[in-house]
């Protein structure tokens, strides 16, 4: 009997299932034999597999050239990993769901067994994501009748430490907030029984990394997406708050194309007692700004605006300023160092389409090395890319990619 199934969410192949049967292996890869063929450059012709133990199915890497990762982690070669309905795999540009196959239950949504028990008004539907530090379910709220989110920060509900404390103060950071370009949080629970929760709206759609990967994103709609990522930053510079950790995963884009800034995890109040430990606050390295891979304590609201440049280039690239692999020692150097030092690959010879001046907008202002020549926070920088977008309209409004944000 089917029981679970991987569906492509992201990819060209996007909208193509493969059904998982328990005692049945599935090999995935570029060959035409394989049990689910996925096609692309960056998948090896026997890319990974899934098999099933008596504890349930388990997905590994066949020792594929670009790795195999699930909810974002690498997988070692060969070592099975369990997999559950709501993870993620990464296979060359492709991304896959685990999903329970619809009709293998009488009812609709699946009960999720190892969902955490938050209040009676949720009933927890699926697992969207997982963290270092707490888990992000999809969830219907009972009493208002509609979709949510809710990240649950993981271990015992008495647990204490930085983690926690973390946790507290973006539960209460961002209950603060209300903007149209920031995920909302309805609520912040501290149940005396349970751990720690924030309910949030349920963007349903993408990420701007997701969108980049797909395909070369239309010179208007990468601006756009970046002018709504600067109106979110410079909404929370109004109240003193850094993010940290802006980037193009970070930046979710709804279904009409409306993008929403989220996971304020390690979050800076310039004004609050540091809670930071070492390694703490780096945020992602590719997207992080040379005085934040030096220091995690020293950001400011310039290091925001590298975070809105590195996520820009990465729309107009579909690549990172800088890559590298920073699981290893060397990788972690070279990165570094590409970081402090080196300069990214232009951006004119890969998008002759640029506006004039966006190139070096990009790479010399918000990209600048010295935040003291960086625009003084994402304000300033707004105000550019709106100028950036209205260049595009007259080349742009005849193709449909325009929405209303390039005609304010």
Known sequence: MTVLRLLVVDGPQAGESCPLRRGRRVVIGRSS???????????????????????GPAVADLASRNGTSLDQRPLKARVPQPIAPGQVLRIGCHTLLVERSRGSSGTHPPVV???????????????????????????????????????????????????????LREGRIRCELDHPHLVRVYEFALPAHAPPYMVMER??????????????????????????????????????????????TNLLVNEGGVGKLTDFGIAKVLDAPPLTQTGWGMG???????????????????????????????????RPPFEGDPSNAKGLRALLRAIETEVPPPLAPLRPDLPA????????????????????????????LEAFLRDCAPRCTTTGHLSETARE
Do not use: M
């Open 203 to 248: 963007v349903r759609g993408t990420n701007a990394w997701a969108l980049s990967r797909r395909s070369c994103l239309p010179v208007a709609k990468a601006l756009e997406l970046a002018v709504h990522l600067a109106r979110a930053l410079a909404a929370i510079a109004e109240v003193g708050i850094v993010h940290r950790d802006v980037k193009p």
């Open 357 to 384: 001046g966006l190139a070096d907008y990009v790479e010399q202002a918000l990209l600048a090395k010295d935040p003291e020549e960086r625009p003084p926070n994402a304000r300033v920088a707004l105000s550019r």
């Open 33 to 55: 034999t394989s049990d689910f063929q996925l096609l692309g450059g960056r998948v090896s012709r026997e890319h990974a597999e899934v098999v099933w133990s008596p504890s």
């Open 284 to 318: 992602s390295l590719p997207f992080a700004a040379p005085e934040q891979a030096r220091s995690a304590k020293a950001v400011t609201e310039r290091t925001d605006v590298y975070g809105l440049g590195a996520t820009l280039y990465t729309l107009l690239a579909s």
């Open 113 to 167: 067994l190892d969902a955490p028990r938050v209040s009676e008004r949720y009933r927890l539907r699926e697992r969207l994501g997982r963290g270092s530090q707490a888990t992000v379910w999809a969830a219907w709220d009972v009493a208002r009748e509609r979709e949510v989110a809710i990240k649950v920060l993981r271990g015992s509900p008495d647990a204490d430490g930085e983690e926690r404390e973390r946790f």
